[in-house]
């Protein structure tokens, strides 16, 4: 019974491990949902996010799943919760591994780790971009020239949890001899972004050498979130510098 035991914690040690190093690696192929800090446009929603993930070496693909809870308000600041992927079987909520908000006036930001109660302020060196770095989606188009492995098409307008949204899908075909796959691969990246809300809500990577990522905002409220929401609690204590992200399988 012990060893059965030790075998399943030891099981899922390999699992979490596994998930931390797949989805750091997954941070250089997409940059997700960016919330931008631009006053005047006030909403909150849920991110959706679901991730399938190719390991090497022939593994079977990992199936996971998360939700952020996401808001900004009249003055830009905003409010970012990260949950732990788990596999989508799992019909519970995800637990929060930690919050984000960030004050565009002061060009300051807390991160908020419930588990332990305690935070992290600072204040960045220059502010955030007020637009996504991957803009593609936006009437003004992308500035870079496609190249003769890239087409892009134009997806059209449509609603998307209320807000409407302009979409472009990206496609890069790399040759057999540069995929080291020894066939053709296709990837496939599509935006839909909201000019109300000057961001992305949806941005979805497809590589079949890795895997796919899908991030949607969903359950749009275009209102003032409730300003306590970017306050640290009372019972926090600070963290101490130098302590890394308790479980970095966020996505």
């Known amino acids: 019974m012990r060893s059965r035991s030790a075998a399943t914690c030891l099981t899922s040690l390999v699992l979490l491990i596994l998930l931390a190093t797949l989805v750091r690696a997954w941070a250089q192929y997409t940059s997700g949902i960016f919330l931008t800090p631009v006053p005047g446009a006030p909403f909150s929603g849920v991110i959706v996010v679901e991730r399938t993930i190719v390991p090497r070496g022939g593994d079977s693909a990992l199936h996971l799943k998360t939700v952020r809870d996401v808001a900004r308000d009249s003055q830009g600041r905003i409010y970012n919760v990260f949950r732990q992927l788990v596999p989508v079987s799992d019909n519970a909520t995800p637990p929060v591994v930690r919050i984000h908000f ?27 971009a007020a637009e996504p770095a991957d803009l593609i989606a936006s009437p003004a188009g992308s500035s870079a020239p496609l190249n003769q492995f890239t087409k892009e098409e134009d997806l059209g307008t449509q609603s998307i949890s209320g807000v409407s949204a302009h979409g472009v899908r990206e496609i890069q075909t ?56 970017f306050q640290i609690p009372d019972d926090y204590k600070t963290r101490a510098i130098g302590s890394g992200p308790v479980n970095s399988a966020v996505p």
């Open 102 to 128: 960030y004050d565009p006036r002061t060009r300051s930001y807390t991160y908020l780790y419930p588990q332990q109660k305690t935070h992290t302020t600072g204040t960045v060196n220059h502010p955030p």
């Open 174 to 229: 790399i040759s057999a001899a540069g995929s080291n796959t020894a066939k053709e691969i296709v990837l496939t990246d599509e935006y839909w972004y909201s000019e109300d809300l000057h961001m992305n809500v949806v941005v979805k990577h497809d590589d079949p050498r890795t895997g796919r990522v899908s991030m949607t905002l969903t359950q749009v409220t275009r209102t003032e979130p409730d300003p306590s929401i």
